[in-house]
């Protein structure tokens, strides 16, 4: 099967939303396309758009059925089909986080190290060592989907989630990586902890990181770590 369907799948979401889905995978391909359908909706300017939510595979698009019906909806976005495919993407960031591996800040990290035998500083180098694609945003404000993580680290998630894991916590589940912008639940497990805040609401924007920049990290000291949270 290859990654983009030939045509795009166009299935409801309720009276108001609607999901387009345009592959069947997590990839780079996929996520080409979903990025150049949202940025050919925002261009497009087509009426009763209310909001935009990219996935790793889809958009789910909230509109106003009573500017737009559903069938009128994907007549206009099976119009636009053609033009994704040659939508000119801005150049991707790559958003460099610094990063506290394991002590207090990773408590899974022995446990990532020894489920696949290796050290911890071997699970260090291997997840610092790549940029890593911003898939898509969710779970809490800013929650960044993480993909291109290399294969040795592949470790599912914990049996049972922790009930509070502190905002900034790095976190590996299965081939995904991510970051937990605020305080939350989570079931991942977690290797390190960065200083930056992911999601500050009197911020503009609130969010630091965007779908399809890029996020490279970098290993630091507890000193430099206390020192960043000063400023």
């Not at 958009?59 to 106003?64: G, L, Q, T």
């Not at 559903?70 to 790559?94: G, W």
Request: proline share 9%; glycine share 10%.
């Amino acid at each position: 099967m290859t990654a983009g369907y030939s045509q795009f799948r166009y299935l409801p979401a309720g009276d108001r939303a609607l999901v387009v889905e345009v592959g069947n995978e997590i990839s780079p391909e996929v996520h080409q396309k979903v990025r150049g359908l949202v940025l050919s909706l925002e261009q497009s300017l087509l009426p009763g758009i209310c909001e935009l939510v990219p996935t790793y595979r889809s958009v789910m698009i909230f509109y106003d059925p009573d500017i737009v019906s559903f069938n009128e909806f994907v007549a206009h976005l099976k119009q636009l089909e053609t033009h994704v495919h040659a939508a000119e993407l801005p150049e991707p960031r790559i958003v460099e986080l610094p990063v506290v591996y394991g002590g207090d800040f990773g408590p899974d990290i022995k446990d990532v190290a020894e489920h696949h035998h290796l050290s911890e500083a071997e699970v260090v180098a291997l997840h610092s060592g790549r940029d890593y694609l911003v898939y898509m945003l969710g779970f809490t404000p800013g929650f960044c989907y993480l993909g291109g993580m290399n294969k040795k680290l592949d470790t599912p998630r914990l049996e049972t989630p922790r009930s509070r894991i502190p905002a900034g916590s790095v976190g590996i589940a299965g081939l995904q990586t991510g970051i937990y912008p605020i305080d939350s639940p989570g079931g991942w497990r977690i290797i390190g902890r960065t200083p930056q805040r992911i999601f500050d609401p009197q911020r503009e924007p609130p969010v630091l990181i965007r779908v399809g920049d890029y996020v490279h990290f970098t290993p630091i000291v507890l000193r430099e770590y206390t020192w960043r949270c000063t400023l």
